[in-house]
T-cell receptor, first 113, second 114 residues
Framework: DSGVTQTPKHLITATGQRVTLRCSPR?????VYWYQQSLDQGLQFLIQ???????AKGNILERFSAQQFPDLHSELNLSSLELGDSALYFC???FGQGTGELFFGEGSRLTVL | AQTVTQSQPEMSVQEAETVTLSCTYD???????LFWYKQPPSRQMILVIR??????QNATENRFSVNFQKAAKSFSLKISDSQLGDTAMYFC???????????FGTGTRLQVFP
């Protein structure tokens, strides 16, 4: 168990809808990362937060947004969902920056029908 | 831009044998780190091993070791005495400097047979 908790584990929704994925990092970790894993694109970095502030941005669509709250949990909001958004969304956490040692959650599998 | 290439989509090995997974990368950076992550059927990504580019010595973690060839931009993972629990997807990853932004390869699915 990595100590990173993601909810929900599975989610099925329709095109055009909006969903929120939640992540609780390991106790004491200040950084939260979001990754998208799809069959055709592999693991793609979406965004990183450090102690509540956005620190790095990757290939995150404008329809997607994220935030990290004062208690350090994070939410990833996906809106106007399309079929291609179906993927496994991982949250990871680390204490600081620069180690590359991320602790991953079990992921949230999103299916858009 | 950095890229990570894993040219072996699938590999198999018999229990107790040794297997090597390949990874090449492309970067113009001097300060970077390389990683192997494991994703078992439980889906959770787990760090296997980490290599700092400035270190010439190859990293080892118990049965896992790497062959880091900096000039060739190659970073292979050797698993010795393979165990059934090693069955998983293995991802090679690159990180520039102190960014914590990992760039992953497409993965190699390893099956360990009894």
């Amino acid at each position: 168990d990595s100590g990173v908790t993601q909810t929900p584990k599975h989610l099925i929704t329709a095109t055009g809808q909006r969903v929120t994925l939640r992540c609780s990092p390991r106790s004491g970790d200040l950084s939260v990362y979001w990754y998208q894993q799809s069959l055709d694109q592999g693991l793609q970095f979406l965004i990183q937060y450090y102690n509540g502030e956005e620190r790095a941005k990757g290939n995150i669509l404008e329809r997607f947004s994220a935030q990290q709250f004062p208690d350090l949990h994070s939410e990833l909001n996906l809106s106007s969902l399309e079929l291609g958004d179906s993927a496994l969304y991982f949250c990871a956490s680390s204490f600081g920056q620069g180690t590359g040692e991320l602790f991953f959650g079990e992921g949230s599998r999103l299916t858009v029908l | 831009a950095q890229t990570v290439t894993q040219s072996q989509p699938e590999m198999s090995v018999q229990e107790a044998e040794t297997v090597t997974l390949s990874c090449t990368y492309d970067t113009s950076e001097n300060n970077y780190y390389l990683f192997w992550y494991k994703q078992p059927p439980s889906r959770q990504m787990i760090l296997v091993i980490r290599q700092e580019a400035y270190k010439q010595q190859n990293a080892t973690e118990n049965r896992f070791s790497v062959n880091f060839q900096k000039a060739a931009k190659s970073f292979s993972l050797k698993i010795s005495d393979s165990q059934l629990g090693d069955t998983a997807m293995y991802f090679c990853a690159f990180m520039k400097g102190n960014t914590d932004k990992l760039i992953f390869g497409t993965g190699t699915r390893l099956q360990v047979f009894p």
